[in-house]
């Protein structure tokens, strides 16, 4: 099936642009690193990547109440399509607080061969939104501290795991300044060395550290959420070794495609040895998912992603709603409901910010697995329907990916468009299981969808058309056969037909 978007392409679609950064600050800092991944990780529009935060941050999951500020983070650092709302799950658990340094443990994915721990001295990171200075007292401190400090240029150019976290700051923290630092090395006496004393240099400041890592590399769906698992539970643990022990487990399984369980794995032993040393006994989970939870994701080959807060004591949390679980296979008006806002929401979220919700909090009757048909009606015409008939997916999931091929992926029109939107109604129709019949005379006008295969060619119907239509079953198969690229009446012999039922509801029930 055609998931990736034709208008959307992922990483290509998004185009660097021009930040609105005002020039006479830029001529007072220098040593300004220019973004390298805007428009391809995330939005290179201000007013979109301001949406675009807002929208995970109001999506993010609640907060626990602390009774002290948490010292670090883990969080992810693919595209923002991906794993953005992840990143700001965490981000939501401290955003708070009132932090004057953010230091972002980056990962070394640019530079071969370079084992060491590389430090931005000076200046500031540059993003669409503008100038984040660097705390030269800190960064200067750390290159002091230890011969395996340096500043390697190589490494900063066009490193993503730093850069993707500054929007994050500058738009939680706006009076914060960060040190950026990638971790070359996975050695833990270096790690646990340069925590301790990441530690003692952040004493007189209010410091949050971001250990910037995404989390098992393209092993399979299931494969990836059992060794993340494992691989986050070492982490709260506490214990470096632990993490250390648990990562050689994985690797050993020999599980297929997997080729890393952290890829920060340098900077999640910094950040855990740093809040070690800043007497931080606990870590606390918050949330995760993989890139085959994501509208555009592919079930077998997926990264990981976790968020994880590093102390802080949390005392409670806001109770999380229990899914208002309805019986299996029973969707209740509260679910239909939250289908079809998830359908507008994951098209309105792509056209005002070139990103993507994450579905999740869903009953458990919306995560079974269904086909579905959405499709969207303009002023009582047509404007784009696409289905998905397999049962291979959660139907929350598939309800936004459809959602998505409706909205922009239907070859018969044009994609649609933010100033139409409200003048369009959603419908959804969710499919039970396909049944072979023996012949046309099982088909009930009204009650039936119908597909049609016959020489490698094939359509259908949802039930709802034929009587729209006012078709007899005759007529609906011989509009299937032409739909299909198949003779008329060539239904009638060597085909397969198929028959099923839908529950079918849209916006305006609503």
């Known amino acids: 099936m055609k998931i990736i978007l034709s208008c959307m392409m992922i990483f290509c679609i998004l185009t660097q642009g021009c ?27 201000p007013e979109k990547l301001r949406g675009a935060i807002d929208g995970y941050i109001k999506d993010a999951k609640d907060r ?11 969080a992810p650092h693919a595209g923002y399509i991906y794993s953005g709302q992840i990143a700001a799950d965490a981000y939501k658990q401290v955003m708070e607080f009132d932090y004057d340094v953010v230091v972002i443990l980056g990962t070394n994915h640019t530079t071969g061969g ?57 738009q939680l923290f706006p009076e914060a300044k960060i040190v950026p630092v990638v ?6 006496k270096a790690c646990t060395r340069f925590g301790e004393k990441l530690a003692e240099i952040l004493k007189p400041y209010k410091a949050l ?23 986050l539970q070492s982490v709260i643990g506490m214990n470096l070794k632990k993490v250390k022990s648990t ?74 709603d229990p899914d208002n679980m309805s019986p299996t296979g029973s969707l ?21 910010t070139e990103t993507l919700p994450l579905p999740r909090n869903f009953s458990l009757s919306a995560q079974n697995k269904r086909g579905v048909f959405v499709t969207l009606n303009k002023q009582g ?57 023996p012949s046309a005379d099982d088909i009930v006008i009204g009650r039936d969808g119908v597909v049609i295969k016959k020489g490698g060619r094939s359509a259908v119907y949802l039930p709802q058309v034929a009587p729209e239509q006012g078709w007899t079953v005759k007529e609906t198969l011989d509009n299937l056969c032409r739909k299909a690229g198949l003779p008329k009446e060539s239904w009638r012999e060597g085909a397969e037909l198929y028959i099923f039922q839908a529950e079918v509801f849209h916006e305006g029930e609503y």
């Not at 991944?37 to 939005?43: A, D, L, N, Q, R």
């Not at 401190?141 to 700051?169: G, K, M, W, Y």
């Open 19 to 45: 930040q609105g950064q005002d020039k006479s600050e830029e001529t007072v800092i220098k040593n300004i690193r220019p973004p390298a991944v805007s428009g391809k990780f995330y939005p290179d529009d």
């Open 64 to 74: 626990w109440s602390f009774t002290s500020p948490p010292v670090a983070l883990i």
């Open 114 to 170: 370079f084992n060491g721990i590389s430090i931005y001295p000076e200046g500031a990171y540059r993003t669409v939104l503008g100038l984040t200075e660097i705390n030269q007292d800190v960064t200067r401190q750390l290159i002091e501290s230890d011969d395996i400090c340096v500043f390697n240029p190589a490494l900063h150019r066009t490193e993503h795991s730093v850069e993707v976290h500054v929007p994050f700051i500058q």
């Open 183 to 188: 971790i070359g090395t996975e050695d833990i």
């Open 209 to 231: 550290i971001v250990a910037s890592s995404d989390l098992s590399h393209y092993p399979e769906y299931d494969d990836a959420v059992d060794v993340d698992n494992k691989f």
């Open 247 to 320: 990562i050689r487990e994985q690797m050993n399984r020999r599980i297929g495609n997997l080729s890393t369980c952290a890829c920060g794995e340098g900077p999640i032993l910094v950040a855990m040895a740093a809040a070690e040393a800043m007497g931080v006994e606990k870590a606390t989970l918050i949330s995760y998912a993989n890139s085959g939870d994501a509208l555009i994701g592919d079930y077998s080959r997926v990264v990981g992603y976790g968020a994880v807060v590093f102390g802080g004591k949390p005392t409670s949390t806001t109770p999380i």
């Open 332 to 352: 209740l008006p509260s679910d239909k409901v939250q289908l079809l806002n998830f359908a507008r929401k994951t098209i309105h979220r792509y056209l005002t």
């Open 381 to 437: 015409q047509l404007r784009g329907c696409i289905g998905h008939m397999a049962e291979d997916m959660p139907l929350c999931r598939c309800v936004g990916m459809m959602a998505l091929q409706s909205a922009f992926s239907d070859r018969r029109f044009p994609p649609v468009e933010l100033e139409e939107l409200d003048d369009i109604e959603i419908e959804i129709s969710v499919l039970t299981p396909f049944e072979l019949i």
